[in-house]
């Protein structure tokens, strides 16, 4: 029975008997990660290096919902869905999310409730999961950790900026390109789809829409932040075709799809 316990450790984490051939997808963030049967495990199961969650501060406390609840439950807080586990994964994977990666993996923690007092309560509650985060010392010096937590919604942009010591950074927004804003401190540039094109996902993107794209993809890139868009068409033809224009991170909802796209695209190549 002794052999059998490092394999129940492993399944109780989430972690299936083929999670160590589990090809990590450089491009996959789950989009409303929290809203799936098993927030955090069903993303990494199928590869995805970035997640989200909606937070709202209740009484000193962080609880993901994508709507602010009436009785929030004690089972859907930040550590327990996503910071305890990931914790716990680094754990058993010597120091990665996943076994022998070497790049971050992106939690991005999308602020509801107002942002000084919501940032407030998420430095006190890392604090405690240090050990996994990456930190910014300076707006420059990045340390080697597995984990690196960026804010989005509610920013406290000037707070964050302004900090000596940063757990947590900025999801970016392209007005913030061109500022002199290291990519330690803002890592991703994220914006609506929408503000680019109205293509269905259908056929090919007009040629005037993915030059926009490129732009903004260009000028992110130089300064050596990623792209994300969200409210994409969430399907296999656009998400080929923004991948092809360079966009860092796919924005899906739909985890299993993406993985059995992304590694059918790989034996293709």
Excluded: C
Aim: aromatic letters at 10%; hydrophobic letters at 40%.
């Amino acid at each position: 029975m002794k052999s059998l316990f490092p394999f129940f450790i492993l399944i109780s984490l989430g972690v299936s008997s083929s999670f160590a051939q589990l090809r990590p997808l450089k491009n996959a963030h789950a989009h409303n990660d929290y809203e799936h049967e098993k927030p955090l495990f069903d993303a990494l199961a199928n590869g995805f290096v970035s997640v989200e969650a909606d937070v709202y501060l209740i009484d000193n406390e962080l609880f993901v919902y994508h709507n602010r609840p009436k009785n929030p439950s004690q089972d859907r807080t930040l550590e327990k869905l996503y910071l305890k586990p990931l914790l716990e994964r680094v754990q058993v994977n010597n120091g990665s999310v996943y076994p022998n990666y070497n790049d971050f993996f992106f939690l991005m923690i999308d602020f509801k409730t107002e942002g000084e007092s919501t940032y407030k309560a998420l430095k006190l509650l890392l604090q405690k999961y240090e050990s996994i985060l990456s930190v910014v010392e300076n707006g420059r010096k990045q340390l080697d950790k597995p984990v690196l937590v960026f804010i989005s919604g509610n920013r406290p942009i000037s707070t964050i900026l302004s900090e000596d010591i940063n757990l947590a950074v900025l999801d970016g927004r392209p007005s913030d390109l061109g500022k002199e804003i290291s990519p330690e401190k803002i890592p991703v540039i994220s914006q609506n789809f929408n503000h680019f094109s109205k293509w269905n996902g259908k056929g090919e993107m007009p040629n005037e829409d993915k030059m926009k794209i490129s732009q903004l993809i260009h000028s992110a890139h130089a300064e050596g932040k990623k792209v994300r868009l969200w409210a994409i068409p969430d399907m296999p033809n656009a998400w080929q075709t923004l991948m092809d224009l360079g966009v860092d991170f796919i924005n899906t909802d739909k985890l299993k799809e993406f993985n059995r796209f992304m590694n059918k695209e790989s034996g293709n190549r």
